[in-house]
């Protein structure tokens, strides 16, 4: 019998990138990866699209895309319009993040609390789980107008250039963290010498502070904060917590002096509701009077 072949803790971030690294495990599934390699390629933005452009996306030959896409066409998780001669994400794809939403059942205990901070501050407040190099939001609160960058669940944002995913990473046992940084030095060269001591920077704020900052570097209008949540080491899942405002709604000293704290102590309040332990690197020395020092 074939024997699988070792696979980081770590899966890498796209179906492709998997695809690509398994050409000598005889027990992986070419087809069906590819299959998903072509599912991924929808993104907002590119919500409708026909075969030859999946293939030019996918790196996938036309008349192998071709059968793909009338196969997942015909199990529902495309759609195909006949008029434009492309497709669109069908209904059924929607039904596979089910069973992962609702095992995270504190999002529903955690909402109202997301939307007062939220509505306080006049920006979003959001949860991510940590997946290979990006953070995907699984709940998000929101005030009215709050700029450029509207997040939704299932929006995937970078790692390396978030608050949010700074502070995911510091819920990581050590491990699995300096696997994580090697994973986005190997995944794009150019950007992990560009942010790696902010991201550094990052992980030790949420070891000194409980949160950390980011100064417009993913989004310019954007300047956000954001917490570790928990690792939940059975199912391997890390979580974190952040607050996008627009910059030019903060006063100075606004982030930091009064939004960083504040989704400090939400993500404590979320820990002690779901009784989560408190991340290694979010432990943080008290005074005697218990103030965070």
Not at 116 to 145: P, W
Not at 151 to 177: C, E, H, K, N, S
Not at 260 to 268: E, M, Q, V, Y
Request: charged share 20%.
């Amino acid at each position: 019998m074939a024997q699988a072949v070792s696979k980081p803790s770590l899966a890498s971030s796209t179906a492709a990138a998997v695809l690509a690294s398994s050409t000598d495990d005889a027990a992986f599934a070419t087809t069906l990866a590819k299959g998903l390699v072509v599912l991924e390629a929808f993104k907002a933005g590119t919500t409708l699209l026909g075969n030859m452009e999946l293939s030019t996306l996918t790196g996938i030959p036309r008349p192998t895309v071709a059968r793909l896409t009338h196969t997942l066409a015909e199990l529902g998780y495309l759609r195909y319009d006949a008029e434009r001669a492309k497709y669109r994400v069908g209904a059924r794809a929607l039904r596979m993040a089910h069973p992962l939403l609702a095992d995270m059942q504190f999002r529903q205990v955690a909402r109202p609390m997301m939307q007062e901070l939220a509505q306080s501050v006049r920006g979003t407040v959001s949860i991510g789980l940590l997946d290979a190099t990006s953070m995907i939001y699984v709940e998000t609160a929101r005030s009215g107008d709050v700029g450029p960058h509207v997040p939704d669940i299932g929006m995937p944002i970078p790692v390396a250039m978030t608050a949010m995913g700074r502070a995911a990473a510091a819920t990581l046992p050590p491990a699995d963290a300096d696997r994580l940084e090697r994973q986005i030095a190997a995944e794009d060269a150019a950007l992990w010498p560009a942010f790696r001591d902010k991201y550094r920077a990052g992980i030790a704020q949420c070891a000194s502070r409980g949160f950390c900052t980011c100064w417009g570097e993913y989004i310019a209008s954007i300047h956000a904060v954001a917490a570790p949540l928990f690792h939940a080491r059975e199912a391997k899942q890390s979580f974190s917590i952040n607050c996008g405002i627009p910059a030019f709604r903060l006063q100075p000293g606004q982030l930091e002096g009064e939004i960083g704290p504040r989704i400090a102590a939400l993500a404590d309040s979320i820990r002690a509701i779901v009784k989560a332990a408190e991340p290694p690197a979010a432990t943080r020395k008290q005074n005697k009077k218990g103030a965070r020092t």
